[in-house]
């Protein structure tokens, strides 16, 4: 047998992974994995802590607290983070020429439970369709590359800070479809692994014309909201289909249910009692973007179960998605777009969890940096982080 020990997670319990190499008989060896924690081997038990079957969800961690609120957002295949009302944001990776690796456009960044790292999707170059999986710590430093088969992306972390999920999107999948226009989509489907990249496990399964976005973990970490959508030809006038619904299920993908149509974008409040999302539903003005026409999205706001839908935002014309709950659950961030010469100009707003009193955070009045999908750092702001006065 060939032994080796590797460390997984130095920052938190010093879990460590112990590797067996099984010779097989005629089919030469066999690579198992036994996850043990540091105290474990010290004692020179044999046992073993979160099989290969185990995908339930530990106890959730606490984040430091801050000396005030921190946001991140994209901006022009960047990453920055700020402080709202304080100071310029400062950027943490990428390039906005779109030389390198850049972050991928509209991609919010994900942080760890405890504050301390962002995964990311990222890629070689603004317009480049292979799309994967990074993480660096909260200062920008310590940049890794976790998965290389470009194809995935939309990284969320669960709350005890052990696995990420993300959604899976191979190319030329056995199960793709066509369309008459001669164009073809994959499926999506989600998938979880550890933060080093290890350890990749099937959480959902992929379906012929559908995709799936993990959207944000319940505090507890029991269930797990996504969205789920369709792939489908564009419709007359060039008008494209709401596909989209809000999904949640459990961390192993078990006891899925349909929480609302026309609908994407769900983040769990801080408390867990309510679910924020971007709806189109009462269709509220129109958006072109080249050769494809959309109905703009609100925010709204649901119990967790699925009841009592209040929308949040009343702008007509302008598409308003990605909102993003601040720790302490006064705030809400949001990403606002809007058409300009048939592309579409965002900005980052934020506004009370009621709706009132929206105001910039991330704007630029000359149109020439975009910027989007906010992410409130882990942590109760000392200062900062009550509601915002109109």
């Known amino acids: 047998h060939g032994l080796g020990v590797r460390g997984l997670e130095p920052e938190r319990g010093r879990l460590v992974r112990l590797w ?69 944001p400062r950027p943490l990776f990428g390039d906005p020429r779109g030389h390198g690796v850049v972050a991928v456009q509209w991609e919010r960044g994900a942080w760890s439970p405890d504050g301390r790292r962002i995964a990311f999707t990222a890629s070689y170059g603004a317009v480049d369709p292979d799309w994967d999986i990074w993480v660096i710590r909260a200062d920008g430093t310590g940049r890794r590359r976790l998965t290389s088969d470009g194809a995935s992306s939309h990284p969320v972390w669960s709350p005890d800070g052990m696995r990420i999920y993300f959604a899976y999107r191979p190319e030329d999948h056995p199960k793709q479809v ?20 290890s350890d990749r496990r099937e959480v959902t399964s992929p379906v012929a014309g559908q995709f ?100 949040l935002t009343h702008t007509r014309g302008l598409n308003e998605v990605q909102p993003a709950w601040m720790p302490g659950g006064s705030r809400i961030a949001y990403q606002r777009g809007w058409d300009y010469q048939s592309a579409q100009v965002t900005t980052v707003l934020q506004a009370n969890a009621d709706g009132s009193c929206p105001r910039p955070v991330f704007a630029d009045a000359g149109i020439e940096t975009w910027y989007g999908a906010p992410a409130w750092r882990p942590g109760d702001a000392r200062t900062g982080d009550g509601p915002l006065r109109c």
């Open 212 to 311: 799936e976005i993990p959207g944000s973990f319940s505090p507890d970490g029991r269930t797990l909201t996504l969205t789920r959508g369709e792939y489908r030809e564009l419709g007359p006038r060039g008008r494209v289909g709401d596909v989209y619904e809000v999904w949640a299920m459990g961390p192993d993908g078990s006891e899925a249910r349909k929480l609302v149509e026309r609908a994407r974008d769900p983040a769990f409040s801080p408390d867990g009692r309510r679910i924020a999302y971007a709806s189109d539903r009462d269709e509220n003005g129109a958006l072109s973007y080249g050769d494809a026409a959309y109905y703009a999205y609100e925010l709204y706001v649901m119990h967790a179960e699925g009841s009592s839908p209040r929308r």
């Open 20 to 88: 067996l190499l099984i010779p097989r008989s005629g089919r030469g060896a066999e690579l198992r994995g036994f996850g043990l924690t540091a105290a474990l081997i010290a004692a020179g038990i044999c046992g073993c802590q979160g099989g290969d079957d185990d995908v339930s969800i530990g106890t959730p961690v606490s984040a430091t607290s801050l000396d005030r609120p921190q946001l991140l957002a994209w901006r022009d295949g960047q990453l920055v983070l700020a402080s709202p009302g304080r100071r310029r």
């Open 178 to 197: 066509e369309f008459s226009d001669g164009s073809d989509a994959d499926p999506a489907w989600i998938q979880s692994m550890r933060p080093d990249g």
